[in-house]
């Protein structure tokens, strides 16, 4: 629950500081250039800052700075216990910033004030909190070898890992590559969005406080074009994470060819399909498919933006859902009282309203939404959107194939079990989902049948930071949380030894 007024939070966003820096060695430090950029307000349209924008050079510094710091093995070589312990402190701080947190990320990202709060702060605070509590319960092995050797079997640090983050949940998805990398002793590139940096940087900030050495953690706001390429392809880089869109996890699987093979790890883009059985609790049921379409207006990668309703309810269900759309106005981001923010910019507004003239286009009837609001009709400037309910969606249909990552769902017929596997699964993504029947063996023959990472039954967006994150196909490859994300930052080293 929020804890002040739209008024209060208003009058403390006045008063946040913006760390208008990049972060290199333990300091804040411009781009080397001097080149900024502006960093915009998505729900106002207003400048917050002007930031470093990081290029080549920035980028070399960086891989420098990180390669001696592990080397000297100030952090590399430090014992899992007291990693733990900085790791642990870091979260407190988190923990004791929060508010400050979750404005930046509101007035960056535009996100209601009270997701920032309620879900992504606590969400990077748990996130680190566990991973660094597990540093020291990761044991070795012995392999079973002959009586007269001894197989040892050990996890070591990648080295210099580039993190690259998205702008729809910055907070959220840099504590997840944070954390394990950090944990098993790697140093850290951390590359945000430029569009929405700023709690990347204030929790470079914190981790210094917390007393993680200088130059182990790194943050360099910049473009992809200037600044993700050419750490991707650099050769003194040995992994790398990203979160995003699949056309750029393809180039980034390209670079590590193209360079040094360097271990990649991509969590991408999602058509995920939300399936309703006629015997499901149907009132649940289409509040959640509200949920899972619209939250975060959409900006979501697991969104379930294919809404499959079975045949004898698809109608009495579209209305349901429509009327649960309503909830999902978009209002100022700083009001408490608001689900729905702003879309991040005027470039993903464009892509959204050509997805639904597009689905219009096609012969998709539009149930509910389907505009875009500048400005929320004057009140605020920023970039806004209708929840938007396409019915009569054939899955062949672009909007139900391509991603939209907007707030943009679309209503998909099926008859019976076996066809909603197929329709599910006629993707190239397979990222999540969510099945609702009452029939425990119908949830559990298309849970188990569609082709995804992760999949619901009777929820949508379940799961915790216990267990892994990431998708099949063209969603990606490697799993962000739990213990097997620290497996993704090591290497495995044998040490054989007879006698």
Same mark, same amino acid.
């Given at each position: 629950?929020?804890?002040?007024?739209?008024?209060?939070?208003?009058?403390?966003?006045?008063?946040?500081?913006?760390?208008?820096?990049?972060? =290199?060695?333990?300091?804040?430090?411009?781009?080397?250039?001097?080149?900024?950029?502006?960093?915009?307000?998505?729900?106002?349209?207003?400048?917050?800052?002007?930031?470093?924008?990081?290029?080549?050079?920035?980028?070399?510094?960086?891989?420098?700075?990180?390669?001696?710091?592990?080397?000297?093995?100030?952090? !590399?070589?430090?014992?899992?216990?007291?990693?733990?312990?900085?790791?642990?402190?870091?979260?407190?701080?988190?923990?004791?910033?929060?508010?400050?947190?979750?404005?930046?990320?509101?007035?960056?990202?535009?996100?209601?004030?009270?997701?920032?709060?309620?879900?992504?702060?606590?969400?990077?605070?748990?996130?680190?909190?566990?991973?660094?509590?597990?540093?020291?319960?990761?044991?070795?092995?012995?392999?079973?070898?002959?009586?007269?050797?001894?197989?040892?079997?050990?996890?070591?640090?990648?080295?210099?890992?580039?993190?690259?983050?998205?702008?729809?949940?910055?907070?959220?998805?840099?504590?997840?590559?944070?954390?394990?990398?950090?944990?098993?002793?790697?140093?850290?590139?951390?590359?945000?969005?430029?569009?929405?940096?700023?709690?990347?940087?204030?929790?470079?900030? =914190? *981790?210094?406080?917390?007393?993680?050495?200088?130059?182990?953690?790194?943050?360099?706001?910049?473009?992809?074009?200037?600044?993700?390429?050419?750490?991707?392809?650099?050769?003194?880089?040995?992994?790398?994470?990203?979160?995003?869109?699949?056309?750029?996890?393809?180039?980034?699987?390209?670079? *590590?060819?193209?360079?040094?093979?360097?271990?990649?790890? =991509?969590?991408?883009?999602?058509?995920?399909?939300?399936?309703?059985?006629?015997?499901?609790?149907?009132?649940?049921?289409?509040?959640?498919?509200?949920?899972?379409?619209?939250?975060?207006?959409?900006?979501?990668?697991?969104?379930?933006?294919?809404?499959?309703?079975?045949?004898?309810?698809?109608?009495?269900?579209?209305?349901?859902?429509?009327?649960?759309?309503?909830?999902?106005?978009?209002?100022?981001? =700083?009001?408490?009282?608001?689900?729905?923010?702003?879309?991040?910019?005027?470039?993903?507004?464009?892509?959204?309203?050509?997805?639904?003239?597009?689905?219009?286009?096609?012969?998709?009837?539009?149930?509910?939404?389907?505009? *875009?609001?500048?400005?929320?009709?004057?009140?605020?400037?920023?970039?806004?959107?209708?929840?938007?309910?396409?019915?009569?969606?054939?899955?062949?249909?672009?909007?139900?194939?391509?991603?939209?990552?907007?707030?943009?769902?679309?209503?998909?017929?099926?008859?019976?079990?076996?066809?909603?596997?197929?329709?599910?699964?006629? !993707?190239?993504?397979?990222?999540?989902?969510?099945?609702?029947?009452?029939?425990?063996?119908?949830?559990?023959?298309? *849970?188990?049948?569609?082709?995804?990472?992760?999949?619901?039954?009777?929820?949508?967006?379940?799961?915790?930071?216990?267990?892994?994150?990431?998708?099949?196909?063209?969603?990606?490859?490697?799993?962000?949380?739990?213990?097997?994300?620290?497996?993704?930052?090591?290497?495995?080293?044998?040490?054989?030894?007879?006698?």
């Amino acid at each position: 629950m929020s804890l002040y007024t739209l008024a209060e939070w208003t009058a403390k966003a006045a008063q946040v500081r913006i760390p208008a820096h990049a972060w =290199l060695d333990g300091k804040p430090v411009q781009a080397l250039s001097g080149a900024t950029v502006p960093l915009m307000n998505p729900a106002t349209g207003q400048v917050l800052a002007q930031m470093p924008d990081c290029k080549q050079e920035d980028g070399d510094a960086a891989v420098k700075v990180a390669r001696r710091v592990f080397e000297s093995g100030v952090w !590399s070589r430090m014992a899992p216990r007291e990693r733990k312990l900085i790791l642990t402190r870091w979260a407190a701080l988190i923990e004791e910033h929060r508010e400050e947190l979750a404005l930046l990320e509101c007035l960056d990202v535009g996100k209601p004030i009270s997701d920032t709060y309620d879900i992504d702060v606590p969400s990077a605070i748990n996130t680190i909190r566990w991973t660094g509590e597990a540093i020291d319960k990761v044991y070795g092995e012995i392999a079973p070898t002959a009586y007269n050797t001894l197989a040892l079997i050990q996890r070591l640090p990648l080295g210099v890992v580039a993190a690259i983050v998205p702008w729809n949940f910055p907070l959220s998805t840099t504590a997840w590559k944070l954390a394990p990398s950090l944990a098993a002793g790697n140093s850290v590139i951390l590359k945000p969005d430029p569009k929405t940096p700023l709690t990347a940087l204030r929790l470079a900030e =914190l *981790a210094t406080e917390a007393g993680l050495p200088d130059g182990v953690l790194n943050v360099l706001p910049g473009d992809g074009v200037n600044l993700g390429k050419h750490l991707s392809l650099h050769p003194d880089i040995d992994g790398q994470t990203f979160t995003g869109s699949t056309g750029v996890g393809k180039l980034l699987m390209q670079y *590590a060819g193209q360079s040094n093979l360097k271990r990649t790890f =991509l969590e991408l883009g999602g058509k995920s399909a939300n399936i309703v059985f006629a015997d499901a609790d149907l009132d649940t049921a289409a509040e959640w498919a509200a949920v899972a379409g619209f939250y975060n207006c959409g900006q979501t990668c697991t969104a379930g933006t294919r809404l499959l309703i079975q045949d004898s309810i698809y109608d009495a269900f579209i209305e349901k859902v429509a009327a649960h759309s309503k909830v999902w106005t978009p209002g100022n981001p =700083l009001d408490p009282a608001t689900r729905m923010g702003a879309i991040i910019d005027q470039n993903q507004i464009n892509t959204i309203q050509k997805y639904v003239q597009i689905g219009q286009d096609t012969g998709a009837r539009l149930v509910t939404g389907g505009k *875009a609001i500048n400005g929320l009709g004057g009140a605020l400037g920023g970039t806004y959107h209708e929840a938007t309910l396409f019915a009569d969606v054939d899955n062949k249909m672009t909007i139900a194939q391509e991603e939209i990552f907007g707030p943009v769902v679309s209503a998909i017929r099926f008859k019976d079990a076996d066809d909603a596997v197929k329709i599910a699964n006629d !993707s190239r993504y397979g990222l999540a989902g969510g099945v609702w029947s009452r029939d425990i063996s119908t949830a559990l023959k298309v *849970a188990q049948g569609v082709r995804t990472g992760t999949m619901g039954v009777n929820n949508y967006f379940g799961g915790d930071i216990t267990v892994p994150f990431g998708g099949f196909g063209e969603s990606g490859n490697g799993r962000d949380k739990s213990m097997h994300a620290l497996n993704d930052y090591s290497e495995l080293k044998t040490t054989w030894i007879e006698f």
